[in-house]
């Protein structure tokens, strides 16, 4: 009687076995992310030649000031923080200006309800925000994490545009178990959300995919701009000699997306007109 027993087990596992990549699959299904740009703030006549090198010097432009927000499967994501503090509205003469936590209202989001951050650098005015967000898990690049949290404050070290403030209020978070570090190039963050690294705009700065139909990608500063995709010219980087890899970064984020089109440049007001907008907010997908 033993072997019909042990048969029977045998076929039943088999089974079983079959079926597990199917329920894993649907464990893991990415959800139909909505993608949405929101604009809070504006830096007026700003020197194009910092965002596109060998730009006419007298040349200047309208920063806009986003952040995006990601929404799907139980989850209301934050690529980008902003920043709110004073001392940079004052130096940088900023317009239109509508603290982060405000400006999530104005698509429909209560800040408190913020699940996660995904911070691609921790230059002021991308990671300032965090603490207006006190639920939010914030996801950074374990290697930009850890330079500008040690080594970036050492003798030889580079800490421009980094407020301490906020890197602080990132250390403070951290210990209460509200970071999750990611560990290098394309590595997936959340389901259908994954980040990359090469753009150099910081120590370790990254950009994501947003898997669907399309996909997008959004590039914060790792691409300032539609014009430095198609001129080929790499905006700020971290040294100069990461100005190929910045380039060599902006044609993989097109290879990604699929189109230049679903590249979604980091300061660029043109992002407000190429997808449908109302109010500060752009519907991107």
């Known amino acids: 009687m033993k072997k019909p027993i042990t048969l029977l087990l045998i076929l039943v596992a088999g089974a079983l076995f079959s079926v597990a990549p199917h329920s894993l699959h649907a464990q893991t299904a990415v959800p139909a992310y909505s993608i949405d740009a929101i604009r809070y ?67 429909g989001v209560d800040p408190a309800s913020v699940t996660d951050i995904i911070i691609s650098h921790a230059h002021w005015d991308h990671m300032g925000g965090i603490d207006l967000f006190p639920a939010a898990t914030i996801w950074i690049q374990k290697a930009e994490y850890e330079y500008y949290t040690g080594a970036a404050w050492q003798a030889g070290g580079r800490h421009g545009g980094i ?42 700065s990254q950009y994501i995919r947003v898997e669907g139909q399309p996909a997008f990608v959004l590039a914060s500063d790792n691409c300032y701009l539609y014009e430095n995709l198609k001129s080929h010219r790499a905006g700020a980087t971290f040294l100069p000699a990461d100005a190929p890899g910045n380039i060599a970064a902006q044609r993989r984020m ?25 109010g500060h907010v752009a519907h991107i997908r």
């Open 41 to 107: 703030a504006t830096v007026p006549n700003f020197p194009l030649a910092g965002l596109i090198p060998g730009a006419p010097a007298d040349q200047k432009i309208d920063l806009a000031m986003v952040m995006w927000l990601i929404r799907g499967g139980g989850r209301t994501i934050l690529f980008d923080s902003g920043f709110h503090r004073q001392k940079f509205i004052d130096q940088f003469h900023v317009t239109d200006f509508l603290s982060p936590d405000k400006a999530v209202q104005k698509a």
């Open 163 to 204: 407020e301490t403030e906020d890197v602080q209020e990132l250390v403070r978070r951290n210990i209460a178990g509200k970071v999750r570090e990611v560990d290098g190039d394309d590595k997936e963050i959340l389901p259908g959300i994954r980040a990359y690294t090469g753009a150099r705009h910081t120590f370790a």
């Open 254 to 278: 097109i290879e990604l997306a699929g189109s230049a089109d679903r590249v979604v440049p980091g300061h660029d007001a043109e992002q407000f007109k190429h997808f449908p907008t109302v």
